[in-house]
């Protein structure tokens, strides 16, 4: 059997419109034929830390998590922007997962690229910002819910006002960080960098590579480049994944 790379993103798990019981049936079915020499690409954004307290979100996804341990596959977590504080947590050495903020493996001698695709709209859209400078409101918004993230935002923006130019109107974009993807109105600039060769001069990804990510909730595969979709019942598309096996990707859907 030729190995296989599935990858997942965007199922906010502890957002009121989470397909969770969908996405467990995914573990417990799809995955669970994965062997030892398969990977299982959990590509941000699984949990949701943003909306909801972190350790009530975990802990009610109890049951998901076992489900993961009991697989055999390789399974790696890459950090979103609603789950970016895994990555400052100490996991233990045998957790059953590791936890970064991109991954590359290979299949068939084809590299590809995997990362959630905050990094995208930090640059095709949140100009003048840095991706430090996103991460770091992650952190923020990951760290505090309800009507904290209004005057976290806030502060935000009067820090770094100064530095936008005259007659900007990024204040509206700044605020609209915690709108759904699906009302954002510049997310086409993520896919449009996506698509693009010159996205790795920015992101520092091997020009031979395949990218992979999550993050605008539109899923899609086009030559080089794929978008895993989400698991949220306010998405026009739903319980997308990408399979990746004998060098090739296919965007499939979980219909349970």
Not at 22 to 49: M, N, R, T, W
Not at 62 to 79: P, R
Not at 198 to 215: E, N, P, Q, T
Request: with cysteine; aromatic share 10%; glycine share 6%.
């Amino acid at each position: 059997m030729k190995p296989v790379i599935l990858a997942v993103s965007d199922v906010h798990l502890g957002y009121r419109e989470s397909n969770r019981q969908e996405f467990l049936g995914f573990l417990q079915e799809a995955c669970k034929q994965l062997g030892p020499d398969d990977h299982l690409v959990l590509l941000g954004d699984i949990l949701d830390f943003w909306r909801r307290n972190n350790v009530a979100v975990a802990v009610e996804n109890e049951l998901i998590f076992n489900t993961m341990e009991s697989l055999d596959a390789k399974i790696h977590y890459v950090v979103g922007n609603h789950d970016y504080t895994l990555i400052t947590l100490r996991l233990p050495e045998n957790q059953f997962f590791n936890v970064t903020k991109t991954l590359r493996l290979e299949d068939e001698g084809v590299p590809y690229s995997f990362i959630h695709g905050y990094q995208l709209e930090a640059l095709a859209v949140f100009e003048p910002l840095t991706i430090e400078e996103y991460e770091s409101l992650c952190i923020s918004l990951c760290q505090r819910t309800g009507d904290f993230i209004g005057d976290i935002l806030s502060v935000f923006w009067d820090t770094l006002h100064l530095s936008f130019k005259k007659g900007d109107k990024r204040q509206r974009t700044i605020q609209s960080i915690t709108e759904v993807p699906e009302s954002r109105r510049d997310m086409h600039k993520v896919e449009q960098l996506a698509r693009s060769s010159v996205r790795d001069l920015f992101l520092g990804l091997s020009r031979s590579s395949k990218l992979i990510f999550g993050h605008t909730h539109r899923p899609f595969i086009e030559d080089n480049v794929a978008n895993t979709g989400c698991w949220v019942s306010d998405a026009k598309i739903q319980n997308t994944y990408v399979k990746i096996e004998t060098g090739k990707m296919e965007l499939q859907t979980y219909k349970g």
